[in-house]
Structures are given as structure tokens and as C-alpha cells.
């Protein structure tokens, strides 16, 4: 799996943003060092701090992009693949035997326990957590991404198979009976793997500085910034000029929260029962 760090992770989105907001600055007539700017020229980005990435204008040190305090939006698209049975009825037995005295009544229950098996939702949690740790740098987003996968996991499916890895059954002999009796506990099992996708978004505070000691804009989160940007949000938050008469079209809206997303791939493998019982001799 091809590894990924926050800084080209968030590249695409970072251009755009750049881009969008060059774009009404010049049409409003502001200047700053995002004069001019279009996407082609691209952007030259560093990660700073754990939680802190910065994207500069080639050529321009002064005009800034700061994405801080990166995190994984609530809204997680978790896709679970069919099924796929790779090895079908699984027997496990295990016999034993009792021993029965003569003159006493035996009125009791026989029981076996066998191993413990991995459930779905065990199996997921652990695929999920090798799988990002694999595929994110960034190690505080990478947890954060396995934590939101699979609370998202439990509230869509929760545990779909319940089962005990106990088998009993009732069995009486009479007081006149002596001598063993044997029995046998069986279990079927089959082992099965499914295909998981994940897909989660960014968001973090935007800064844009346009010169030095010249901060352009700042908003608290990337859905505030959207909202200035579609003519939705506060008229006293950054840029809301410049962009109430100029607003970012849907497709302008859609480019930037396509290039925020974060997806991961892996395969769970876990095992279902389909019978236990415990036959006597």
C-alpha cells in the first residue's frame, strides 16, 4: 500500500482553495502576493508541525496557505464487500466419556467448550488498524481514522453474528444403569473474508497570509470557509466581500470536498458458525 503524509494528501485541495481564492482577490481588486495566481503554477508544501502544513507560491515566499489542526470529518462511507466463503464447513470434534456408578440417579447436562473464534467485528477493528497505520504517516490522523472507520462499523452493523463458543445438553441415566457412556461434541464452521473500503474527509483551520505580516483570511474550519464561499456564511468572516458577488459554484464546491478525501482498502477475514451440538453414544 502506497503510504501517505498529510502534505500530498491534501495538495489537490490545497490548489484549489489557493486558486479560488486568488481568483476574487484579483477580482475584487485586492493586492497581495496571490496576484495573478492560477492552479498551473502549483505550490510548493511542507509539513511544519505534527499539525500544521504550509503551501507557498513557487516563486512568492510570502503568499501562504496554512492548513492547521487536521482531523477526519464525522462522516465516514464504510463499504463492505460480499462475502466470500473461502473454506466452507470446517469440523471440529471432541469426544469424551462418563463414567456411571450404580444405584444413582445421573440428571445432569454434558458441556464443551471450544476455541474462541474471531468474529467480523474483531476481525475489522484489527484489519482496520494495520491497514491505516500502513497506509498514513501521519500517525495522530491514522488513529483517528481507524477510530472513526470503526465506530462507523458498529453503528451500521454492529455484530452480525452472535454465537457462544459453548455446546451443552441435558442427558439422565437411570439409577439401574452402570458402565461409560460416550459422547461427542461437533462444531461446523466456515471461514470467510470480505473486502472493506473506508472513506473519510479532511477538515482544518485555512489561513491564507498574501504578504508579509498580511493575513488575507482565516476561517475556523473548512465548512465555514465554504459557506463564505457560496454566500451562506457571516458577513463580518473573512472575505465574505469577495465572494458574496462571486460565489464558488457547485462544481467549484464539489472539486474542493473530492480533493479532501481520504480512503483506505483492506481485507477482514473472520470465521461463522453454522452448527454445534454434542451427540451421546
Known amino acids: 500500500m502506497e503510504r501517505k ?23 475584487y481588486g485586492v493586492n497581495s502576493a496571490w496576484a ?3 492552479i ?12 500544521l502544513m504550509c503551501y507557498h507560491r513557487p516563486g512568492y515566499r510570502d503568499a501562504k496557505l496554512y492548513l492547521r489542526y487536521p482531523k477526519i470529518t464525522d462522516e465516514v462511507d464504510l463499504q ?9 464447513n470446517v469440523i471440529e470434534t471432541y469426544s469424551d466419556t462418563i463414567t456411571k456408578i450404580k444405584g444413582v440417579e445421573f440428571d445432569d447436562s454434558i458441556s464443551h467448550t471450544f476455541s474462541k473464534l474471531k468474529t467480523m467485528q474483531e476481525a475489522f477493528k484489527v484489519g482496520a488498524e494495520v491497514a491505516i497505520k500502513a497506509g498514513f504517516e501521519y500517525s495522530g490522523v491514522s488513529g483517528e481514522v481507524s477510530a472513526k472507520i470503526t465506530s462507523e462499523y458498529s453503528r451500521q452493523w454492529g455484530e452480525q453474528t452472535t454465537h457462544t463458543d459453548t455446546v451443552s ?3 439422565k441415566l437411570p439409577a439401574d444403569f452402570e458402565g461409560k457412556v460416550e459422547y461427542t461434541a461437533t462444531r461446523s464452521v466456515d471461514k470467510i473474508r470480505r473486502q472493506v473500503k473506508a472513506v473519510g474527509n479532511m477538515t482544518y483551520e485555512v489561513e491564507v497570509i498574501g504578504g508579509e505580516h498580511y493575513q488575507v483570511a482565516k476561517w475556523s474550519s473548512l465548512s465555514e470557509f465554504l459557506l463564505v464561499a457560496t454566500g451562506f456564511g457571516d458577513a463580518q468572516k473573512s472575505l465574505y466581500r469577495e465572494f458574496i458577488n462571486n460565489r464558488l459554484s457547485d462544481n467549484e464546491v464539489d472539486a474542493i470536498n473530492d480533493a479532501g478525501k481520504q480512503s483506505t482498502e483492506f481485507v477482514i477475514e473472520y470465521e461463522n458458525v453454522n452448527s454445534q451440538e454434542i451427540d451421546i453414544k
Open 5 to 27: 503524509n498529510l502534505v500530498d494528501a491534501n495538495k489537490q485541495r490545497a490548489l484549489l482553495l489557493s486558486g479560488f481564492i486568488a481568483n476574487r482577490l484579483d477580482a
Open 169 to 171: 445438553r441435558a442427558i
Open 36 to 38: 495573478g495566481y492560477n
Open 40 to 51: 498551473g503554477e502549483g505550490l510548493e508544501g511542507v509539513l511544519i508541525a505534527s499539525d
Open 80 to 88: 463492505l464487500g460480499e462475502p466470500e466463503h473461502y473454506d466452507k
